[in-house]
């Protein structure tokens, strides 16, 4: 274990790790490749949860499925995950099939069913094949167990290389509380979370007792100093899904303006940067990991304008994945992102190199700079020198891997 | 010359096919590749000109001077163009170096400097190389001729791959009246032309008699409909550029409200329309053109907001490279357009085969969407049965040819 500020991190720990959680990812046959396509996390008693789910008007219907869910105060005993088939665009057969799967999940488990949540990724417009998903339930349920998180994170895979988890834990009061979570994605991936956006699916399990406005405030800003810093490709998915599951296991309750939900958000937070942060370095062919950050903007909408154009440029990924500083490409994409400022007093830096001072080259040759851009992660600084906001979108380079992938992905 | 309408196509004409217009294109030096990099168009006698220039905040030296003659009124007798440098973000020396431009080609060609535009394409943020366009601009203009404009289409390519041209003519009370244009680009291509946007550079010329109202009224309606409907990769340039110049060389006066007006209207929104295809058909590294029709939407800006959604998702794209009907991408970049539609009301149809209806699919074997995609142009028709309001945008596919010359661009 690494100390890191007040909480320690938990070497690969993930959803198991908070007391009171299960977890399982098996084979149901879903994906042709024969790889796992089902995951499955339980918690023993009762939990409260939060969730964030895609703005995209063309919600899944498991995305229905768990706003329901939610909007009604059901409590958490179990979410149900299959990758290889996204159940959206599927209509009433659809979200029937969603239900369905809370059903058999409940019935395996002897919970009842509203208490079951439902997720799916893969493939749009076709319909589950539901005597496969209802076999897979058996297997999933079946295999539950207390060191089952790293499993259920491979089984969420979808063109994801590896699995996605982190955990951390605290200490209130001489009590230990764990934080653990894990998402999949690796393209698709801009999320915009209407707290209540890629296919990314997160779980975030805790064993603290929480009350669902504390959870619903923790959500709300995790995510936005979280997931909806990442950008891929620009494309937002119909799919996309945040759970923060808190079971109370430890025994330890959190209030709403103490020092411990500080303690608790600051180590919520780090876990959700990992896992955001863990998508954009398995993005879909990427080979390097850049951070945009906006400084001085006039307003923070202005801040966000400006990097989200800048990380969404087909030209500066490119130029990145070419290590060309070409920084032309910065400039323009930051002068029509709709941002407001002076050109003539912008200012640009890559990691501690200055390339553009005053709306100009500054004077740093050509080859230092490029040099430079061969570094696997590197910062894009814009200071707009307008007012005093920031922002920072955390993205990757386009490769021809990533044409690649997505040329061909079907499942 | 094929009849199209009510317009003549004039075969391989271009900016020399009007009377009193002269061109060149020739090798000052400025490109390291030793290709023609200076054209010079040049009307016999004073013309009227309307101009359409880019909406970045980083608005290139040339752009800006353009925008100041436009302003002052002053009449057209030239524009000097450089293509390998952009002289974008050069700061003041480079404002200074676009006024010179026009002084040494004014002095050549004795007339007042006013009279002369400059437009630059190219890299950004280098400093013109002075004597290199001096020498070039002497070329240009010993080199001038009513036969020129081919030359001219030549020198002003960067990425492209082959000169765009187009010609038109019509008749007016007995007399022919010749609309002639070229446009350059193929990368940094999403127009949002402030009619008064790529580095698109377009010059259409016309020996008609047209005032500055009409002039100004042909612009903004005819760039609506033809360069503000393109995206290649959604990056928006320091210096689009499109100039319409009128000289009255033909002897016909054109009024508002006429006939003959909308005959002209016609032929010319022919003309740019022609023009910004062949931007889409020259796109960096495309081998499919495609057209994204958004119809009954509840407005016409949810329309244009679906439509540029479509066109420009990356996923969409690299599916159209595959050949993949992977519709599921279309709806999503739909659903999180940010135009509004009921998801179960959706339709989408490829050419001539239905794949959505209802927001489901709608049955069509996917090997038979999989074979019409191999088509070098499809549409992809969207009807969002919201509303009355259609757009199209022209765009195409991105393969491994894009990232190749984007992560390598230098001049």
Chains 1, 2 share one sequence.
Request: charged residues 20%; aromatic residues 6%.
């Amino acid at each position: 274990m690494k100390k890191k500020k007040s909480f320690d991190i938990i070497a690969k720990g993930g959803v198991t790790s908070p007391k009171g959680f299960k977890a399982s990812g098996i084979c149901a046959g879903i994906k042709k490749s024969g790889k796992d396509d089902m995951a499955l996390i339980y918690s023993e008693v009762p939990a409260l949860f939060s969730g964030a789910f895609t703005s995209c008007l063309f919600e899944a219907a498991p995305v229905t499925l768990c706003k329901e869910r939610l909007a009604s105060d059901s409590k958490f005993r179990a979410v149900i995950i299959n990758s290889g088939n996204a159940n959206a665009c599927t209509g009433t057969p659809g979200y029937k099939n969603a239900q369905k799967m809370s059903e058999i999940t409940a019935a395996e488990l002897s919970v009842a069913p509203e208490n079951v949540l439902v997720s799916s990724t893969g493939r749009i417009g076709v319909q589950l094949p539901m005597p496969v998903i209802k076999h897979g339930i058996k297997l999933a349920a079946a295999a539950l167990s207390e060191k089952g998180g790293d499993k259920a994170a491979k089984a969420i895979m979808t063109t994801d290389t590896r699995p996605k988890e982190s955990a951390v834990s605290i200490k209130i009061n001489g009590k230990k509380v764990t934080i653990g979570g894990m998402t999949k994605g690796a393209g698709m991936i801009a999320p915009k979370l209407n707290v209540p956006h890629a296919t990314m699916l997160t779980y975030i399990t805790t064993d603290a007792d929480i009350g669902k406005p504390l959870l619903r405030a923790l959500m709300s800003e995790g995510v936005n100093r979280s997931f909806n810093c990442v950008t891929i490709d620009g494309d937002t998915s119909t799919n996309d899904t945040v759970l923060l599951i808190a079971n109370g296991s430890s025994g330890v309750s959190i209030k709403k303006g103490t020092k411990e939900a500080a303690l608790f958000a600051e180590a919520l937070y780090f876990v959700m940067e990992d896992l955001a942060k863990q998508i954009v370095y398995d993005g879909e062919g990427m080979t390097k990991f850049v951070t945009v950050t906006v400084n001085n903007a006039a307003s923070a909408k202005d801040a966000e304008l400006c990097a989200r154009s800048v990380a969404s440029s087909l030209l500066c990924k490119t130029a990145w994945f070419g290590s060309d500083p070409n920084w032309g490409r910065v400039l323009a994409a930051a002068g029509y992102s709709g941002a407001t400022f002076k050109p003539e007093k912008f200012s640009l830096d890559y990691d501690e190199k200055p390339v553009v001072r005053n709306g100009q080259d500054a004077g740093t040759p050509e080859k230092a700079l490029a040099k430079l851009m061969k570094r696997p992660e590197f910062t894009v600084k814009i200071d707009l020198n307008a007012g005093k906001h920031s922002h920072t979108i955390w993205t990757n380079d386009i490769s021809y891997e990533y044409v690649e992938i997505n040329a061909d992905y079907h499942t």
